[in-house]
């Protein structure tokens, strides 16, 4: 047992830290307002190599393991919850998923634009009345020979305008259920895409989430990713590993309200003290300090686990499910915490609140996650 | 042509300092390090000068005096993109010891040119870069707030009373930079990180010198008084403070 983070690690996430208190701050408040992509910075990170931070070097990436990811991800999310979305997404879903599922040809073809950042990645599975149900697919990826031809809609697509490269789930094969669907990659411009509006979300405004519609896309045979019915199979399993940059992020986001949660009480005063020595105050932030070091403490396992090469569905599921929920408690009480100020934008805190909530839903709901574990636990 | 950037392992700037009960030795418990922020400025800059030189500035070296510990710093630097580094093991005393184990690595090694941070931001003991130019006996630039590299022609900006002085000086020299020198330090990126696994950090023994300053005690400042309220009709009340307790009056 070893709770001892290595140099590299550390170096990391200070560089992150660094980046996000240099560049990401400054701006995050107007970006929110504004709904406005962080493209500078975005360019800038891409440069650092945090857009393939874990990819293999061979595919231009930056070839560190899960903990530094998870650490770099937390330290984005507690300045700036939407560019750490674009880097989850990217890494975890995109990256990964080609890297270890995609053939060598796929591999060369994809992976290097991504790993420099050059193109971001989209994962589109969810669907207007489908998200985690991921079997009631409507979208259908017709075998015609040489090539599939996508129709349908995809939904609450994160990165979908700015991405370059989308990973696309649909059914082949209704017949078969999970076994009929397929994942394929394919150009973000390819003829037959188009993007709905951009959502006007509660949180995460600075990441772009559009839905998008497929008429007659004609994907080659060779971009399909595995055997033929190989793609529900491939969409939970990037999901397992995905949680983990999702609950690193809801800790980052309740991590960064406390940072300024607890610098506000030991400003603030009422009744001649500083707000912290109430009672009422200081419990609080004792239940946010337990909270949040047992929430690192999974996301850090989770991702341990997956850089040794263990089983890790059920421990990422926990970490997704007590950081969402735990985020959501968080950043609520900084925000209570802050009373009146709390409520105004300049101070943050309420932006990581509604940041936070998406945590709770998205990359499947708290719900979804106590049924993966109650059904892994149960299972034997 | 070859630079040399001299980096001080410091508390990072945001440390509560404590010391001993003797007050004599920094508590170093729970100290996280940094390079010393004028350093880091100063190999940020050398980084860029020898990126834009078009292969005229062959090497950016660092070199640091300090023990084991301190070899996190140096990678730091490595990973922010110095080729290669030096640390001479030994705790790293007065001004004069430290400036005699840099010059004697400068000297062997024939660095054209040797930046150094304008004070550690922990000891401020702002002697270092001098003392290195003198030993080796080097033309010094002080205060240098921005350095230009065209076509192998140096040119110097100086801070100085309420303006600028630019100078230009011929290689080999020292450079004792400052704020200025470069906007932001470098944040490391992946590939520098995983390329500073592998880069050489060249350890060697002291040379033998006598430090020359002994540091004895060291005081830090009285914690804040608290802030007194008065009410601001009561200019009675505030007259009688800071005449009888501020004693300003």
Redesign the interface.
């Known amino acids: 047992m070893n709770f001892e983070f290595t140099e590299e690690q550390l170096m990391i996430k200070q560089a992150a830290r660094d980046f996000a208190v240099r560049e990401l701050l400054p701006d995050v408040l107007e970006r929110d307002a504004s709904s406005r992509f962080p493209a500078r910075q975005m360019k800038m990170l891409a440069e650092l190599g945090f857009f393939g931070m874990c990819v293999d070097p061979k595919y231009d990436g930056g070839g560190m393991d899960n903990i530094s990811y998870v650490l770099a991800l937390e330290e984005f999310a507690k300045i700036d919850a939407s560019a750490a979305v674009v880097l989850a997404v990217h890494n975890s879903l995109a990256c990964y998923g080609i890297e270890h599922y995609a053939n060598e040809e796929q591999k060369q073809r994809f992976l290097p634009a991504l790993a420099r950042g050059e193109k971001i990645g989209a994962f589109l599975l969810s669907e207007p009345e489908a998200g985690s149900d991921a079997t009631s697919q409507k979208t259908t990826a017709e075998d015609k020979g040489d090539y599939y031809l996508i129709n349908g809609t995809k939904n609450w697509i994160t990165s979908a305008d700015n991405a370059g490269t989308y990973i696309v789930i649909a059914q082949t094969d209704r017949e078969k259920k999970h076994k009929g669907i397929n994942a394929f990659i394919l150009d973000r411009h390819s003829p037959g895409i188009s993007l709905g509006p951009h959502e006007d979300k509660m949180g995460m405004r600075s990441s772009d989430t559009h839905s998008v519609m497929f008429t007659d896309v004609k994907v080659p045979k060779e971009n399909r990713i595995g055997e033929d019915g190989f793609g529900f199979s491939f969409a939970m399993k990037l999901l397992d590993g995905g949680r983990i940059g999702i609950a690193a992020q809801a800790i980052g986001i309740a991590g960064g309200a406390f940072d300024l949660a607890l610098k506000y009480s030991k400003e603030r005063k009422a009744f001649g003290t500083e707000i912290c020595n109430h009672q009422a105050i200081a419990f609080k932030l004792a239940e946010m300090a337990v909270k949040l070091e047992n929430g690192r403490n999974l996301v850090l396992k989770s991702a341990w686990l997956k850089d040794n090469g263990l089983q890790y569905g059920l421990q990422s599921a926990m970490a997704k499910q007590y950081c969402a929920d735990s985020a959501m408690e968080i950043t609520t009480e900084a925000v209570q915490i802050h009373g009146g100020y709390g409520y105004v934008k300049e101070y943050h805190v309420e932006r990581l609140m509604r940041e936070a909530k998406v945590t709770q839903i998205y990359e499947g709901t708290s719900e979804i996650q106590k049924i993966v574990i109650s059904r892994t636990i149960l299972k034997d | 042509m070859k630079i040399l950037v001299c980096i001080g392992n410091v508390p990072d700037t945001t440390t509560k300092i404590r010391f001993d009960a003797e007050m004599k030795n920094l508590d170093t418990n729970g100290v996280q390090w940094v390079i010393n922020p004028w350093d880091e400025l100063a190999l940020t800059r050398a980084l860029e000068i020898k990126e834009q030189s078009a292969g005229k500035i062959e090497k950016v070296s660092v070199i640091n005096i300090g023990k084991v510990d301190a070899e996190?710093t140096i990678?730091?630097a490595l990973?922010i993109g110095a080729d290669d580094a030096f640390r001479v093991d030994a705790d790293p005393t007065d001004p004069y010891f430290i400036a005699a184990q840099i010059a004697e690595v400068a000297k062997a090694q024939n660095y054209e040119i040797i930046f150094s941070g304008i004070e550690s931001s922990d000891f401020n003991g702002a002697a270092v870069g001098s003392m290195v130019a003198e030993l080796l006996d080097l033309p010094s630039v002080s205060a240098v707030s921005s350095f230009e590299f065209n076509d192998g022609n140096i040119v110097l900006k100086r801070e100085i009373d309420g303006g600028k002085e630019t100078v230009s000086v011929q290689a080999p020299f020292v450079a004792i930079v400052q704020k200025g020198i470069s906007i932001?330090p470098r944040?490391?990126?992946?590939?520098g990180?995983?390329m500073a696994?592998t880069k050489p950090i060249n350890v060697s023994a002291p040379v033998a010198v006598d430090s020359l300053v002994e540091a004895k005690t060291f005081d830090v400042p009285a914690p804040k008084a608290a802030c007194k309220m008065v009410d601001a009709e009561d200019t009675d009340k505030l007259i009688e403070l800071l005449h009888g307790e501020a004693k300003v009056l």
């Open positions: 996190q990678r730091k990973a932001n944040i490391p990126a992946m590939r990180i995983m696994r």
